[in-house]
């Protein structure tokens, strides 16, 4: 599982990196969906660096990640 998400994540920074250096005009929704995997496998990794060390450092990408989407899903309903 961890190999099959890090080739997705590679997959996803490859094409935003080509999107970004051909200056193409991403749509929004493609945008956050690209930075949304991104974020979400930054979390994924800081939880179980979080599980092995019990630092609490590791747990503020997982809790700012978790607002983020509390705010964007607000934001869209109302």
Known sequence: MEKARQIIVGIVSATYLILILMKVDIPRNVFIALVGIILINQA???????????????????????????????????
Request: proline share 3%; net charge neutral.
């Open 44 to 78: 994924i990794d800081e939880w179980n660096e979080y599980k092995e060390t019990k630092k609490k450092i590791h747990l503020l990408i997982p809790i700012t990640l978790l607002s983020i989407i509390i705010f964007v899903v607000l934001n869209l309903l109302f």
